[in-house]
Nanobody, 125 residues
Framework: QVQLIESGGGLVQAGGFLRLSCAAS????????MAWFRQAPGKEREFVAGMGRSSGNTYYPDSVKGRFTMSRDNAKNTVYLQMNSLKPEDTAVYYC??????????????????WGQGTQVTVSS
């Protein structure tokens, strides 16, 4: 059974940083497209970072580019999201997602097969 477990969320002041982790189990995730999404109350789930099967291939939307960095440790079956210069508008539940069938990084949430339970990130002004 595939499981993704996020951790590292919390409350931080604007300008601060957090590092989220997503530990995967049940399958070897170095063959998966991995991504981070977030969802704020009343809003749709939003793509914030993606990583291809090769750890050097990443993609970020303009809203987080230059502030967020995604990385992966295949030996630990874990991906990370380093979030710097956090803003109040970054407040959301952050989810880790994985898919083994996609050909590349996709920003559409519905195309990912596996999801974590989410971790809350709150940025105070």
């Amino acid at each position: 059974q595939v499981q993704l477990i996020e951790s590292g969320g919390g409350l931080v002041q604007a300008g601060g940083f957090l590092r989220l982790s997503c530990a995967a189990s049940g399958r070897t995730f170095n063959n998966a497209i991995m991504a981070w999404f977030r969802q704020a109350p009343g809003k749709e789930r939003e793509f914030v970072a993606g990583m291809g099967r090769s750890s050097g291939n990443t993609y970020y939307p303009d809203s987080v580019k230059g502030r967020f960095t995604m990385s992966r440790d295949n030996a630990k079956n874990t991906v990370y999201l380093q979030m710097n210069s956090l803003k109040p508008e970054d407040t959301a539940v952050y989810y880790c997602a994985a898919d083994f069938r996609l050909g590349g990084i996709i920003t559409t949430a519905s195309l990912y097969d596996f999801w974590g339970q989410g971790t809350q990130v709150t940025v105070s002004s």
